[in-house]
């Protein structure tokens, strides 16, 4: 069903943005709680199995305010959101906010989010996960040697977190950064996005938010090569920071002072 920008300012126009791959059981639930909070929902369907399609045509079809993006095959979690975004934009929306379909992030956290961005339609706001005892003890280790990666890579400490997905972001700034060079397809895509769009000179905000495993929940993380992949993509960020340096210790050295 098409899409209309949401009544809201003329210059903070949001939707939410679902990247889905299986998870047919949580899908309802969480486009319901976007739409609780007022928010028109850009759904994009990274290649998932029948069962999940009927569930979202019949979403799309019942629901006002849900657009159903397909892609043809599964391409990983990058490519979704790189294409809801550039259909966000596109349908004249200047955020989204982007949540997992799992049911792991809280979307009561939304108006946050929302007032967040309102107050600074500039930034960036990431998610700073609270996590619960549900978190794979591997992952939450996993994830302090990549914050200590994204911390050298922007040679700052402002991004908390670089691995939550859920976020709300400045669509105009993300998909002119999209156009620039293509970014990652598969899981190293969150982190690789927020170090770009730091470089790019975009605020960051982060906001504290409760984030929790489902019992049986569906987690497409593969251990081996998304690590892999990780591994790969902090070798290239770390690189390309070493010509930004001097522009990134500049504007430290400039917000320092606006402090002082």
Known sequence: MPLAPA??????????????YNHKDTIVETVRAMQAHQLPVV???????VATREVLDALAARENGVLLIRLPRNAGKGRALTTGMIAARDAGYTHALQIDADGQHNAGDAPRFLAAGRS???????GQP????????????????THVCVWLETLSFT????????????????CAEIDRAPLPARMDFDT???????????????????????????????MLH???????????????????????LWRKRRRTACVA
């Not at 009544?7 to 889905?20: H, K, T, V």
């Not at 609270?130 to 040697?145: K, M, N, Q, T």
């Not at 290239?236 to 340096?245: E, F, K």
């Open 192 to 222: 690789e996005v927020a170090v770009r769009l730091i470089w790019r000179g975009v605020p960051v905000r982060n906001l504290p938010t409760r984030v929790t495993y489902p019992d049986n929940g569906l987690s497409h993380f593969h």
């Open 226 to 248: 998304d690590n892999l992949r990780i591994s790969a993509m902090h070798t290239r960020l770390l690189l390309g920071m070493l010509p930004r340096a001097p522009m990134l």
């Open 130 to 145: 609270i996590y619960d005892e549900s978190v794979p003890r591997a992952r939450l280790y996993g994830r302090y040697v």
């Open 7 to 20: 009544p809201d300012a003329a210059s903070f126009r949001p939707c939410a943005l679902i990247p889905i």
């Open 43 to 49: 759904i994009v369907d990274d290649g998932s199995n």
């Open 120 to 126: 600074a339609p500039r930034a960036l706001i990431c």
């Open 159 to 174: 991004l908390r977190d670089s691995m939550c997905g859920y976020r709300l972001y400045p669509l105009d700034a993300t």
